[in-house]
């Protein structure tokens, strides 16, 4: 059910595939009764992810971490409002930082 999201897009990250990005769902459509349950299911039955949580005394940044926490320390993804009072974030760095190109 998987399929590239965008032609010409990058995967995010190295754990997700391009070809990944898009998941066909088929007839579902609400998240509250029928994708919830789903995942609280898979969740229960014990799931773990690859990464240690941030919160644990072992957590050490991998590179994507890491390019990302750098952009936010350093103020280069900051929030404002626009002329309609809607808030948006410079996202310019940041998107590449999760994509692993090389910050500008």
């Given at each position: 059910p998987?399929?590239?999201?965008?032609?010409?897009l990058?995967a995010?990250g190295?754990?997700i595939?391009a070809g990944?990005?898009?998941?066909?769902?088929g007839?579902?459509?609400?998240?509250k009764?029928q994708?919830?349950?789903?995942?609280?299911?898979?969740?229960?039955?014990?799931f773990?992810?690859?990464?240690l949580?941030?919160a644990?005394p072992?957590y050490v940044d991998?590179?994507e971490?890491?390019?990302?926490?750098?952009?936010?320390?350093?103020?280069?993804a900051?929030v404002?409002l626009d002329?309609s009072?809607h808030?948006?974030?410079?996202?310019v760095?940041l998107?590449?930082?999760v994509?692993e190109?090389k910050?500008l």
């Amino acid at each position: 059910p998987f399929k590239i999201a965008k032609e010409g897009l990058q995967a995010p990250g190295s754990h997700i595939a391009a070809g990944q990005t898009l998941c066909d769902v088929g007839p579902l459509v609400s998240r509250k009764a029928q994708f919830v349950p789903a995942f609280s299911r898979i969740l229960n039955e014990g799931f773990t992810c690859h990464k240690l949580p941030v919160a644990s005394p072992n957590y050490v940044d991998d590179n994507e971490t890491g390019a990302v926490r750098n952009v936010l320390e350093h103020g280069e993804a900051n929030v404002s409002l626009d002329g309609s009072q809607h808030y948006k974030r410079d996202l310019v760095k940041l998107g590449s930082a999760v994509f692993e190109e090389k910050a500008l």
